[in-house]
Structures are given as structure tokens and as C-alpha cells.
């Protein structure tokens, strides 16, 4: 008798696991939207255009997915939060999704109950200050001013560094990158701390980014990536498998001008045929149709070809490759296999 009643609290708890694991899929499918939890504002990253219409590198990641499951890039609501508000909204299920530049760490993954789904961006911290301030290095700001986004692991960092090396500063705090880059601008500190990216598309939405300058120190590592909640495996491996195939279209050469081509019919290549789908039966292990990736990855390009547009070297933010290269061109971009 105990063991039958054992047996039957796995089979109800197995059932809540598996309709938890499913829940934001149908949520999103039933909803006929996406919920996607973006910044509140970073040039080249996440911001609305002069039309109100959200474009930018982590964007283009929510447009996947909501191309991948609903066969819609715009099918979509994005929905600003800051470092302090981005948790609450994915945990509320105010959103389905955050892709925007949040690290992963342990407590994060662990204590706050979320799942990395993967690294989009491959970041550290950094300092700028104005040219004018003289200062070539981040050893030289001992008694500065910083200005810092609470409720991020920037906030940690720059403690951390400044007690390493046995240096003093006056936090400026402030709620939103729009918040930090009117403080530093106004003088109200010394130097502006968060993610390098960060900086250098803040930076370009200066009216003389000239004036300012990156210093050189990265004093942390800030793998950046989408996350869900926890418990919605299903749902987690449809966003995960989402970035992996905007990598591996990139690293196969699947791009926005050859992927319809491709996708006609079963080319040489194994692994291009079943991340497209013209072999085996990818999408219906997650529950997608058998072009999910084809219609993520025609909703903006390849990995490449997002990063270029937004964020690359020709853009106003203008950053390199760098660790954000593919694993094959000396980077850590890597998606694993399709099979």
C-alpha cells in the first residue's frame, strides 16, 4: 500500500514536471506572441528605432525564436527592464524570455532558479572616462567617482577590483544605461563601468564619441546569453537550440541569400540537411515543424551576419570579433552537433 501510494506521488510529480516543461510553449503558441524582456536601451544591443520598431543584436535573437515557433519574426512584444526589474519579469512570467546583456553565473543559475540557454555574447567589464581626464589606465582612478547600474554584476566587480588593488572610489548609482550615460556626461562621476560592449555602444550614441575613451583593462568575465526559467525544459531547449542554429549557420555557411536555395532540397552536407530539415526529424524532437531553424535563421541571417549589421566593426558601435569569433577562426563561438 505505501509503495503504491509512493508510486503514484512520482507519477503526479512527473506530470506537473512534464506540464511545467511545456507550459510557456503552449503559453506562447496559445498567446500568438512572444514575450521577450529586452534592455531599456542600448544602441546596437536592444533599442527602438525612430518608428518605435526594437532592432538590435539581442533582438535578433527574440525575433528567432519567435520566427522558430510561431513562423513569425514580428510576432513579438518586447517589454524593457532594468538590472533591478529583468529578474521579477521572467520569474512573474511577464516574460517568456530575457535576451538581453545578462551574465551568467552561479547564483543566477542556482539561487535565482534560471537557465542559461547559452553565450550570445563572449564579454568582460571595462572603464571609460572623458579623454579630457588624462587617465590611461583603470590603476589610475583611486578616489574616482564610477557610475554603476545596480542590481548587476557590475556593481560586484568594481568592488572587487578596487579592494584587489587596494583603491578607493564614490559609487554613482543608477537604474538604466540611459540613467548612467546622462550622469557621466553631466560630470556627476568620473568614469562609466559596465560591460566593454556596454560601453562602446553607449559611446556611440554620444554626440563627440572621440571625446571619451575605453580603457584598456577588462577586469572580468561576462559571458552574456539568453535565459528562461527553470523547470521549462522544453521551452529552454527550443530558445537554446535557437542560438546554436544562428551559430552553425554561420560556421556551415547558411546565410540570408542562400538559405531558401539550401532548404529546397537535401544538399551534400549531413549536418546542413538536418539543421534545415530536408533529413531526419530535429524539429519534432522539440516540438517545432521540421523548418523551425530555417525560419529563425531567414528572420534576420546567421550569427555573423546579426553581429555585423548591429554591433560589427562598420557599425557605430564598432566592435571586433574577437572571443565572439567561430571556434574554426580562433574564437569560442561553438554550437554543438545537429544530430
Not at 38 to 62: K, M, R
Not at 99 to 113: G, Q
Not at 144 to 154: P, R
Not at 217 to 245: C, F, M, Q, Y
Request: charged content about 20%.
Amino acid at each position: 500500500m505505501k509503495r503504491s501510494v509512493f508510486m503514484g506521488a512520482l507519477t503526479v510529480a512527473g506530470v506537473s514536471a512534464g506540464a511545467s516543461a511545456a507550459a510557456t510553449l503552449d503559453d506562447v503558441v496559445a498567446r500568438g506572441e512572444l514575450n521577450c524582456g529586452v534592455t531599456t536601451g542600448l544602441v546596437g544591443f536592444a533599442a527602438p528605432d525612430a518608428n518605435g520598431v526594437w532592432e538590435g543584436f539581442d533582438v535578433a535573437v527574440c525575433r528567432a525564436v519567435a520566427a522558430a515557433v510561431l513562423g513569425d519574426p514580428q510576432a513579438i512584444s518586447f517589454v524593457p527592464t532594468t538590472g533591478k526589474t529583468r529578474f521579477t519579469a521572467l520569474s512573474s512570467g511577464e516574460v517568456d524570455m530575457l535576451a538581453r546583456n545578462t551574465t551568467w553565473t552561479f547564483s543566477r543559475d542556482n539561487d535565482l532558479n534560471f537557465e542559461f540557454v547559452g553565450i550570445n555574447y563572449y564579454d568582460g567589464q571595462g572603464f571609460m572616462v572623458p579623454k579630457a581626464l588624462g587617465v590611461t589606465s583603470a590603476l589610475e582612478l583611486n578616489g574616482a567617482t564610477v557610475c554603476i547600474q545596480t542590481g548587476t554584476t557590475t556593481e560586484l566587480n568594481l568592488a572587487d577590483f578596487f579592494r584587489k588593488n587596494d583603491m578607493d572610489y564614490e559609487p554613482v548609482p543608477v537604474e538604466t544605461n540611459a540613467e548612467g550615460q546622462q550622469q557621466y556626461l553631466a560630470g556627476a562621476c568620473d568614469a562609466y563601468t559596465t560591460d566593454t560592449s556596454g560601453l562602446a555602444a553607449t559611446r556611440a550614441a554620444f554626440e563627440s564619441p572621440g571625446d571619451h575613451v575605453i580603457l584598456p583593462e577588462v577586469v572580468s568575465k561576462e559571458p552574456l546569453g539568453p535565459l528562461v526559467r527553470h523547470g521549462d525544459n522544453e521551452w529552454g531547449d527550443i530558445v537554446r537550440w535557437t542560438l546554436n542554429a544562428l551559430i552553425a549557420a554561420e560556421e556551415y555557411g547558411i546565410t540570408s541569400a542562400n538559405i531558401e536555395e539550401l532548404a529546397s532540397e537535401p544538399t551534400d552536407s549531413p549536418e546542413i540537411n538536418r539543421i534545415l530539415g530536408t533529413e531526419g526529424n530535429l524539429g519534432e524532437m522539440i516540438g517545432l515543424e521540421q523548418d523551425w531553424a530555417v525560419k529563425a535563421i531567414s528572420a534576420g541571417g546567421n550569427y555573423g551576419e546579426l553581429f555585423e549589421r548591429h554591433i560589427g566593426e562598420n557599425t557605430p558601435v564598432g566592435l571586433a570579433r574577437g572571443l565572439n569569433a567561430q571556434w574554426t577562426e580562433g574564437g569560442l563561438l561553438y554550437a554543438p552537433p545537429f544530430r
